[in-house]
């Protein structure tokens, strides 16, 4: 169905909405909201991450988004009170900007309009190309499209205030988010690690000496292994870093639902990853006399790396091995001219250790109903933040108290 740039109140998903902007060409705004129409934008979609390039772009790949819906929306274990929104936008029928997003209903009929992916995918984000479909002909394409959106509100949680997303999101929504930042590990001008070393204090250095040679004397010889999506290596790391990872959850008093179910497990390992072109999941798995006892996984996109979930053998937490292993994995990153390493918000006090940058966190919360804006402004922006705060500042005992109450604790 083809509607003008007035849309009606019968607007629906797979729709086709003419933008008249000042690009020479009408845009043209589709909602995707099948699986099959997903899988059909593969080589487009595909081509347009090559050609933007952009480093913080992971999570609006195809390959994430097409394993997300295939783990999260597909068959029986599919989640029914989410419904796939793929919006694309073109010029003269050239594909221009992707943005994956998902409708999730929730209690007392609420619906609410977020980034496909969410929680799992950490940024919210777009894959515009600019030259294709300018920045401020983009912003004019998102408000003819946020105006029609029949969801009570839409919620963008979190996304680097120097992304795209950024750029095209109207400024009264945008929220900044005070106590949250990303902290970054700049490496663009680092390609020494020995020089790189030499940098920090005596006192530093030894005390990361003193750590990797207890763990070789006690545990034994210490070896970095890297292992890219789509391998054995890869699958079989990720399930050892899930389960390190649970029982750290359990025992420090957290609890991260996204990471809890077989569907977590499946999802992580079905993605791919390229060791020539290092782009794409990857994981990294410190051995100590041939065991694993630290295993992180993350995703290398254009030399940003997402540093996305370390673990490490709870049976060892008094040797420091996610540490030495964040030392090890940082040295395999500037021997291979990794460009940033990227911590994804939620700020730890170990992360200030490996980093030398910050980046600012924004959020983008718009009412669409009363009741859309009784949850945007009361629970998402005064509630949430509070109560998460407040948890995150209690004793792990009484954490681990707390979330044994809760269903499935």
């Not at 509630?383 to 948890?391: C, D, M, N, Q």
Request: aromatic content about 10%.
């Amino acid at each position: 169905m083809t509607l003008s740039t007035t849309l009606d109140s019968n607007w629906q998903p797979a729709a086709t909405i003419s933008s008249q902007t000042a690009v020479s060409e009408p845009v043209q705004i589709e909602v995707h909201d099948t699986l099959e129409a997903v899988a059909s934008l593969e080589s487009e979609w595909r081509a347009l991450e090559e050609k933007v390039a952009d480093g913080l772009g992971y999570f609006q790949t195809f390959d994430w988004c097409q394993n997300w819906c295939h783990y999260y929306l597909e068959g029986s274990a599919g989640d029914s009170r989410l419904r796939l929104q793929i919006v694309t936008f073109r010029c003269g029928g050239q594909l221009a900007c992707v943005l994956p997003l998902v409708e999730s209903k929730r209690a007392y009929g609420l619906t609410i309009l977020q980034s496909l992916g969410t929680p799992m995918s950490q940024y919210s984000n777009l894959l515009l190309d600019v030259d294709t479909l300018p920045l401020a002909k983009m912003r004019e394409c998102w408000k003819n499209f946020s105006d029609q959106v029949t969801a009570d509100a839409i919620i963008f949680d979190r996304f680097p205030k120097s992304s795209q997303m950024a750029e095209i999101l109207d400024e009264p929504h945008t929220i900044t988010q005070t106590d949250d930042i990303s902290l970054i590990m700049d490496l663009e001008q680092i390609d020494d690690w020995e020089i790189f070393q030499a940098s920090f204090k005596k006192s530093v250095r030894r005390g990361r000496r003193r750590r990797y040679k207890k763990i070789e004397t006690e545990l034994g010889e210490i070896n970095l292994e890297v292992h890219f999506g789509g391998t054995d290596a890869y699958r079989d790391a990720i399930r050892q870093g899930l389960e390190f990872k649970r029982v750290w959850l359990k025992e420090s008093g957290r609890n991260v639902a996204a990471f809890s179910g077989q569907h977590a497990a499946d999802f992580l390992t079905s993605l791919e990853g390229d060791n020539a072109s290092q782009q794409g999941a990857m994981s990294y798995v410190m051995t100590a006399g041939g065991q694993p006892i630290a295993i992180e996984l993350g995703f290398l996109k254009n030399g940003h790396y997402y540093c996305f979930l370390g673990s490490f053998d709870w049976s060892l937490r008094n040797y420091s091995a996610g540490k030495v292993q964040m030392e090890q994995s940082l040295k395999w990153a500037i021997e291979h001219q990794i460009s940033r390493i990227d911590f994804l918000g939620n700020y730890e006090a170990y992360q200030g250790d490996w980093s030398n940058s910050s980046a600012d966190m924004l959020s983008y919360s718009a009412a669409k109903s009363i009741k859309g804006r009784i949850y945007s402004q009361l629970w998402e922006q005064r509630l949430k933040p509070g109560i998460k705060s407040a948890f995150r500042r209690l004793p792990p005992n009484l954490r681990k108290r707390l979330i044994a109450g809760l269903p499935g604790g």
